[in-house]
């Protein structure tokens, strides 16, 4: 078998794909680039005090969290989890099949009970569930700080974000 390139047939890496997806051999993703984050315009927002700087000198310093969408046969399931940037250890997560803010005050409270933590900066997207209320006082009660990325920054927020992207990669996919 041959490659394109060892007779000598130049071509794009889009002209590929295109002739390829019109003989059906490859399928459209199913990825959504701008992913599921839905910014609450209402909501007030919280500074970005992490500033992509993911260093923590000891745990429960800096906590990151956000919400990822796992298709499933049947319907979908979201995933909300809490890391810590000290060591990159999952201190708290929680399931459900709706991307709500309970879930999120859920991932929040289970790490919290679990690490006996409080005080931390709390870093997240802004994401609706994340500029509630409810989320708000719930990390209140544990004195923590909240910090938020940018709307369609996922640099803000990229160490949370290559945790889901292995998750699914290594585990799902």
Not at 8 to 33: F, L, N
Request: glycine fraction near 4%; aromatic fraction near 10%; charged fraction near 30%.
């Amino acid at each position: 078998m041959f490659t394109l390139s060892q007779i000598d047939i130049k071509t794009s890496y889009s002209t590929v794909y295109r002739i390829m997806k019109e003989a059906w051999i490859v399928e459209e993703s199913k990825r959504h680039p701008n992913g599921i984050t839905r910014e609450d315009a209402a909501a007030q927002k919280s500074e970005n005090l992490i500033q992509r700087d993911f260093r923590a000198s000891a745990p429960n310093q800096k906590w990151l969290s956000d919400t990822t969408e796992i298709p499933c046969s049947d319907s979908k399931l979201y995933l909300s989890a809490v890391l810590d940037c000290f060591n990159g250890e999952i201190v708290g997560l929680a399931m459900d099949d709706n991307m709500r803010k309970e879930l999120c005050i859920q991932a929040f409270e289970n790490a919290s009970k679990v690490k006996n933590a409080r005080g931390m900066i709390y870093h997240s997207d802004r994401g609706s569930q994340f500029t509630r209320y409810a989320f708000r006082e719930c990390i209140a009660k544990r004195d923590a700080v909240q910090s938020m990325s940018g709307t369609g920054r996922c640099y803000d927020n990229a160490r949370m974000e290559s945790f889901f992207a292995a998750l699914k990669k290594e585990k799902l996919y």
